[in-house]
């Protein structure tokens, strides 16, 4: 049974202030019901806020990015280790952000990937095509490319199998377009065939597959119906407690 997780991306938002009092009302309002997992991805700067104020609670937090190395002279980045050292469970690997405003590419992505399991963090992988390449009938070959670069690192199969991938299709990220539920669907079973014939059906069946892309708590009951969405990455809702709290609240 696969347990469904509601995660926020804050991207490059926030203050000290504006993340106490978000996370003080997400503490305060979060349902007393266990169905859901909950995480919030702040940027580096203020995971350490989210360490002193998310401890013994029931929501994890976890970095946006990490480096694809484990040390040295890499000025601006952020290490799998040290993601680690402020307590984050898991660690967003390949956001559409990354792989188009900063050029990252499916290789940089899958050593991030198994740098990030060695150290002990849950990857969220996330896979997307872009408008064009979903006009052009691209999805899955663009997905099953941007899967393969993971599948086909020597270490990459155990690292899979120990990430959670969201299906972010790019046309819809803070665009107010969402994918059909059924669109969306279509897609996640059709990653979850492919985890299964290329990794293995064990880790197909256990692996927590979320949709990404203007979810709000007015979308995500029929999209947390489908069979194989496993939760919500969330975006701009997410800076909001109550839509982001709505929307785990929208999983019966
Ligand atoms: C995201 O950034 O991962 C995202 C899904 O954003 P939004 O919910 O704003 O579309």
Not at 227 to 238: E, K, N, Q, T
Request: with cysteine; net charge negative.
């Amino acid at each position: 049974m696969r347990k469904t997780l509601i995660a926020g991306n804050w991207k490059m938002n926030g203050s000290q202030a504006a993340i106490d009092q978000l996370l003080s009302s997400l503490k305060a309002s979060l349902p007393e019901r266990d169905n859901v997992d909950w995480a919030v991805f702040p940027p580096s700067t203020y995971i350490a806020q989210a360490q002193s104020m998310l401890e013994g609670s029931r929501i994890a937090w976890g970095g946006q990015n990490v480096c694809e190395h484990p040390e040295g002279a890499y000025t601006g980045e952020v290490s799998a280790s040290m993601l680690v050292d402020f307590g984050c469970k898991y660690v967003i690997i390949g956001h559409s952000e990354r792989r188009h405003i900063y050029n990252e590419t499916n290789e940089q992505i899958a050593e991030k990937i198994v740098i990030a399991v060695e150290a002990g963090l849950t990857p969220v992988i996330c896979v997307g095509e872009t408008q064009a390449q979903f006009e052009s009938e691209m999805t899955r070959e663009v997905i099953r490319t941007q899967l393969d670069a993971v599948i086909n690192h020597p270490e990459g199969k155990e690292a899979i199998s120990r990430s959670v991938i969201a299906y972010e299709p790019v046309w819809a990220i803070g665009t107010g377009l969402t994918a059909t539920p059924e669109l969306a669907q279509d897609v996640h079973i059709r990653i979850r065939s492919y985890i299964s014939e290329n990794v293995g059906k064990k880790v197909a069946d256990s692996m927590q597959i979320l949709y990404g892309g203007s979810v709000k708590p007015d979308n995500a009951t029929n999209l947390l119906a489908q069979p194989d969405i496993d939760g919500c990455l969330v975006g701009g809702a997410s800076l909001d407690p109550t839509k982001f709290i709505g929307i785990g609240k929208c999983k019966n």
